[in-house]
């Protein structure tokens, strides 16, 4: 199964006094999901499916992409990409999904919850994966015994041209 993670873009600043969930894009994230809009139509990367976590910011990301991207299916919420969900969480649910046959899956979330799961996916620990805010990291993941994946590639959003 390929799977896409797609951290969500640039947001508000955490130490606002709004709640981390609300916090919003700002213009330099939608100016990044303009850029990874135009990159994926460029190079024919259009999602077979799109999960992404409740909070606002994810979830302006992927509506935006959503938009911007044509075919780009509408994203599904599921509070297992929430921002305190554990890799493991994850990985069941991806489990889950590859059972259904689903081969093409992008995740719009955050990290670290991230960068843990590809680094299990990967069989290695988490202080060697970073995903940069907008990036596109792609695994193809086997999940028929234990899961496990190889990288194909990690784009920052400062490469999509």
Not at 16 to 33: F, H, N, P, T
């Amino acid at each position: 199964m390929l799977i896409t993670f797609l951290r969500h873009a640039t947001a508000e600043d955490g130490c606002l006094s709004i709640s981390d969930a609300d916090r919003a894009l700002i213009d330099k994230g939608e100016k990044q999901i303009k850029r990874l809009a135009a990159f994926c139509l460029s190079k024919g990367l259009i999602p077979g499916s799109v999960y992404c976590s409740p909070l606002l910011r994810a979830q302006q990301t992927a509506r935006m992409l959503n938009q911007r991207l044509p075919g780009c299916p509408a994203p599904q919420t599921v509070n297992w990409l929430g921002i305190d969900t554990t890799s493991p969480a994850i990985l069941a649910e991806l489990t889950k999904l590859a059972k259904q046959n689903l081969d093409d899956v992008w995740l719009v979330g955050h990290e670290p919850n991230f960068s843990a799961t590809v680094s299990r996916l990967l069989d290695t620990v988490s202080e060697k994966i970073v995903i940069k805010k907008a990036s596109l990291t792609r695994l193809d993941a086997d999940f028929s015994s234990q899961a496990s994946a190889k990288l194909l590639w990690s784009i920052p959003n400062s490469l999509m041209r």
